[in-house]
C-alpha cells in the first residue's frame, strides 16, 4: 500500500526521521541497486488517497491551537489524486528503469495548503563483461514539508534533486570493490525555511566479501559534504551549518537459518562544521535489524538504531536519535496482507553553537508510534489499503509535546 504526501510528511525533523527510519528498517524491503529486470513492462496507474490527522500542525494543548489556530480544532482531512507510470526495459545485458508520478492534493478546511506534486525518476542498471556492475540515475520530487516544527499553516513543498552513480568490481571471488557518488540537493519555497536548502555530496568507497551461502560482510568508508547556502540566524550572528561528515565502518547480512536474516550497519561518525566547531560531533552510529518468518504467512521483525540527521531548530542544527522497533507482517491469503510496527526513539537535539546565552537545557524528545496497515487485492490489478497510526512525543521544552492520531485510505489500480 503505497502512501504520499502528508501521510509521511517527508522532511527533515526528527520525528519524520525517526519514522521514516523505522519504517525503512522494519520492511525489510532492501533492493538490491544492480539487479537487472526480468523483462519489458510498462505500468501506468492511477491512485487516490483520503486522510485524517487528529492534529496536523502537531500542537500541544487547546491553548496553543487557539492562539496559533484561533480555534481548538486541530484536525483536518485532506484527499490525493495521482496518475503515474512505471516503466522497465531491457536493452541486451542493460536495464533501464523510470517511473513518473504527477499528483494533487486538496485539504478540507485549509485550503491554502493545497498542492500539486510529482516524482519522477529514471535509472540505467548497467553491467560490463562479467567483472563490473553498476547503476546511475537520476530522480525529483515536489511534495508538502513537515508542520512538525513550524506548527502553523504555512504551505512550503520541497523540491529534492538526487543523482547517483554506483558500480562494483570483482576483483576475484569472493572479493568487490565498490565505489558511489551522490549528490541531493533540496530547496524550500517558503521563506522562512530556506536556511534548510542543501547539497549533500557523497563519496563511498569498499571491499566486500561474499561467500557462496551469501553472507556478506563489507567494509565502508564515506564521506558526506553538506553546503547550506543561506546562513541561519542565530541571536545576532549568522551561522553557516555547511558540514563535512566521515563514516567509517561495516556492514554484514547473514541468514544464520532459512527462516532468519540478520543485518547491520556499524560506523564511527564524525561530523564537523568549520563555521561553528561547537557543534561537532563523533561516536558510533548504525543499526542491527533481525527477521524471523515464523511460518510462511507470518515474519516477525526487530531493529535497533542510532543515527543523526538534520533539523530545524533554533539551538540545534541535528538530532541523534536512537531507539527500538518491533514488527509483524501476516499474509492470511493471496490477497490480504497485515503489518502492525511498533517504536520507541529518544531525540537529542544538538549542536547549539552557544552564540545566544541560555538557561535551557538542551531539548530532549521521546517519540512513541503505532503504526498499522492492511491491503487488499481487490481485483488483479486493483489494491485498497489502510493504515492506522498513533504517536506522542513527550518532550522537556515548552510547547513541544504532542500527540497525534491519523488515517489514510489508499486505492490503486494499475493497467
Known amino acids: ?9 517527508r522532511f527533515v525533523t526528527a520525528e519524520n526521521l525517526a ?24 505500468t501506468p496507474y492511477v491512485r487516490g488517497l483520503y486522510g485524517y490527522d487528529s492534529n496536523l500542525f502537531r500542537l500541544q494543548n487547546d491553548q496553543a491551537a487557539m492562539a496559533i489556530l484561533g480555534t481548538t480544532d486541530t484536525a483536518e482531512s485532506y484527499h490525493t489524486l495521482a496518475a503515474g507510470m512505471d516503466v522497465n526495459l531491457r536493452i541486451s545485458r542493460q536495464a533501464i528503469k523510470a517511473h513518473a508520478e504527477f499528483n494533487q492534493t486538496r485539504f478540507n478546511k485549509y485550503t491554502g495548503l493545497g498542492y500539486n506534486g510529482r516524482d519522477t525518476s529514471l535509472q540505467w542498471n548497467w553491467l560490463v563483461g562479467s567483472m563490473a556492475t553498476g547503476d546511475a540515475g537520476i530522480a525529483e520530487s515536489l511534495t508538502q514539508a513537515s508542520f512538525v516544527d513550524i506548527k502553523q499553516p504555512i504551505n512550503n513543498l520541497i523540491r529534492t534533486r538526487k543523482g547517483f552513480f554506483h558500480t562494483a568490481i570483482k576483483v576475484g571471488n569472493p572479493w568487490q570493490v565498490k565505489l558511489g557518488l551522490d549528490r541531493t540537493n533540496l530547496s524550500n519555497n517558503a521563506a522562512i525555511q530556506q536556511t534548510l536548502d542543501s547539497t549533500v555530496d557523497t563519496v563511498s568507497t569498499g571491499v566486500q566479501y561474499q561467500t557462496t551461502e ?49 543485518s547491520g550497519r556499524l560506523n564511527y561518525t564524525q561530523r564537523s562544521y568549520a563555521d561553528v566547531p561547537q557543534r561537532n560531533f563523533s561516536g558510533i552510529t548504525g543499526r542491527v535489524a533481525l527477521n524471523w518468518m515464523v511460518t510462511d504467512k507470518t515474519t516477525l521483525r526487530s531493529a535497533l538504531y542510532r543515527d543523526i540527521g538534520a533539523v530545524t531548530y533554533p539551538t540545534a ?56 496497515g492492511v491491503s487488499y487485492n481487490l481485483l488483479r490489478n486493483t489494491t485498497l489499503g489502510l493504515v492506522l497510526q498513533r504517536g506522542a512525543v513527550h518532550s522537556n521544552q515548552a510547547l513541544m509535546s504532542y500527540g497525534y492520531s491519523s488515517a489514510m485510505f489508499n486505492l490503486r489500480s494499475e493497467f
Open 317 to 372: 542544527s541535528y538530532a541523534v536519535i536512537q531507539g527500538v522497533a518491533l514488527g509483524a507482517d501476516w499474509k492470511p491469503t493471496a490477497k490480504v496482507a497485515v503489518n502492525l510496527q511498533i517504536s520507541h526513539d529518544r531525540i537529542a537535539y544538538t549542536g547549539d553553537p552557544g552564540f545566544v546565552l541560555s538557561t535551557v537545557s538542551a531539548r530532549r524528545d521521546q517519540l512513541n508510534a503505532v503504526r498499522a
Open 1 to 9: 500500500m503505497k502512501t504520499n504526501a502528508i501521510d509521511t510528511q
Open 19 to 42: 519514522l521514516l527510519m523505522v519504517l525503512a528498517m522494519i520492511s525489510n524491503t532492501q533492493a538490491d541497486p544492480l539487479q537487472t529486470i526480468a523483462q519489458d513492462t510498462f
Open 214 to 262: 551469501g553472507t556478506r560482510i563489507e567494509w565502508v568508508s564515506q564521506r558526506s559534504d553538506g553546503n547550506y547556502p543561506n546562513p541561519q540566524i542565530v541571536g545576532l550572528a549568522a551561522v553557516n551549518n555547511g558540514y563535512r561528515q566521515w563514516d567509517n565502518g561495516v556492514k554484514t547480512n547473514w541468514s544464520p537459518t532459512a527462516k532468519t536474516q540478520l
